[in-house]
């Protein structure tokens, strides 16, 4: 009989305004929770980053949170913090998520003192784009808290190659790293309306075109390019763009008065908020999904988007690229003109909609995620300190 492990997640928020992070770490933890592992989520929030445990799919994980302080998820929850520290030697591996933030400094300290061996999930931010955002900043907050946090991690986890690539400056200083995708939840897309039956739902028409970026409205995004792009192809009344997710506001203010700018406020829409089903209406619906990245770890909805049979943009900053086939998604440099030719293109020559076999998707399944998640743990515990 195999080996039962107790498992900590700690992250910044389990809030479905948090974007991609909390989302992962949910799938993560009901992924090791249905093949019989001990896992607890360890998390803040705050009125911004409510906690919304209902949205994700880890309805049985238990969940240690406490009010998060700070302006952001990149802020500090004392509270489940110091349950970590009181419980840490129940558990056999602490996760920690992302870096910059006193929370995995905190958590590292905490895994440390009690000896517990933890991992740090790096979602991108030891990438070029991360260290050019307050660079100076970042040079002393390297120096006096990452490095130390990645010598003494029992590993470093990228979800994608690219992540691996990017960072390795960074991780000359680790122990190991290991390349583990996120667990992509796909019960939604399993069998995805039509484009036509989508549309329906929605109240849109079928004979419009439709570009859709599902995501958090967040810098690294990029969105400003996208919203240049769709101004300069100038397709018409009939397309249209639509930003889903929730948004940093001052970005979304600053988006608002360019789409005045370039007078294309009637052809763009923002919607809050999309879950489950409403989710893959929309990828479905779609023409196309755009995600023009400066810096993306994975991008769950790029994988989602394909599911549905809806093409995808992207730029080559995206871990998910290397996962989705050519048929599926094409790669563009981060430039205008570049971008502008390529939804020009994709226009005149609307893609049908593909849904590709399921089996596309078994390296995301819950139950290869979690075979590699266990023999990654086996391994650590098995090797000497």
Same mark, same amino acid.
Not at 101 to 129: D, Q, V
Not at 315 to 332: H, L, M
């Given at each position: 009989m195999s080996k039962k492990y107790n498992i900590a997640i700690v992250g910044g928020s389990l809030s479905t305004f948090g974007g991609g992070a909390p989302r992962s770490m949910a799938q993560q933890a009901t992924t090791l929770m249905k093949t019989g592992h001990h896992v607890e989520l360890f998390v803040g929030h705050s009125r911004k980053y409510p906690l919304t445990k209902k949205e994700f799919s880890c309805k049985d994980v238990?969940?240690?949170?406490?009010?998060?302080?700070?302006?952001?998820?990149?802020?500090?929850?004392?509270?489940? #913090?110091?349950? !970590?520290?009181? @419980?840490? %030697?129940?558990?056999?591996? *602490?996760?920690?998520?992302?870096?910059?933030?006193?929370?995995?400094? #905190?958590?590292? !300290?905490?895994? @440390?003192? %009690?000896?517990?061996?933890? *991992?740090?999930?790096?979602?991108?931010?030891?990438?070029?784009?991360?260290?050019?955002r307050m660079p100076h900043m970042k040079k002393i907050l390297f120096q006096l808290l990452e490095k130390n946090n990645i010598k003494h991690a029992c590993a470093m986890h990228a979800t994608a190659q690219w992540e691996v690539d990017t960072s390795a400056k960074s991780l000359k200083y680790a122990k190991q790293v290991i390349v583990i995708p996120n667990p992509v939840d796909l019960t939604d897309f399993m069998e995805p309306p039509s484009r036509t039956e989508a549309r329906k739902e929605l109240g849109l028409k079928d004979s419009d075109f439709h570009v859709v970026h599902l995501g958090r409205l967040a810098k690294q995004k990029n969105l400003p390019l996208l919203v240049e792009t769709f101004a300069k192809a100038n397709l018409g009344e009939s397309a249209f763009l639509t930003f889903i997710g929730p948004p940093e506001l001052d970005l979304k203010r600053a988006m608002v008065k360019q789409i005045e700018r370039l007078g294309i406020a009637k052809n763009i829409h923002f919607i809050a908020f999309a879950k489950g089903q409403e989710r893959c209406n929309w990828l479905a619906a779609a023409d196309l999904f755009a995600l023009p990245s400066f810096d993306e770890n994975f991008c769950i909805v790029a994988i989602e988007s394909v599911a549905s049979g809806t093409h995808?943009?992207?730029?080559?900053?995206?871990?998910?690229?290397?996962?989705?086939?050519?048929?599926?998604?094409?790669?563009?440099?981060?430039?205008?003109?570049s971008w502008t030719s390529a939804l020009k293109e994709q226009f005149s020559s609307k893609k049908k909609q593909c849904v590709p076999a399921q089996s596309n998707f078994n390296s995301f399944s819950e139950k290869t995620i979690a075979k590699q998640w266990i023999q990654f743990y086996k391994e650590a515990k098995e090797s000497p300190e």
């Open positions: 238990p969940i240690n949170a406490s009010p998060l302080w700070g302006p952001s998820v990149l802020g500090v929850f004392p509270g489940a #913090l110091y349950e !970590l520290w009181k @419980r840490a %030697r129940e558990f056999d591996f *602490i996760h920690l998520n992302g870096a910059w933030n006193l929370t995995t400094f #905190l958590g590292a !300290l905490i895994a @440390r003192s %009690r000896k517990i061996p933890y *991992i740090i999930t790096m979602r991108g931010h030891f990438g070029e784009y991360h260290f050019q995808c943009l992207l730029s080559p900053n995206i871990g998910a690229v290397e996962f989705c086939p050519e048929k599926y998604a094409t790669v563009i440099p981060l430039d205008l003109d």
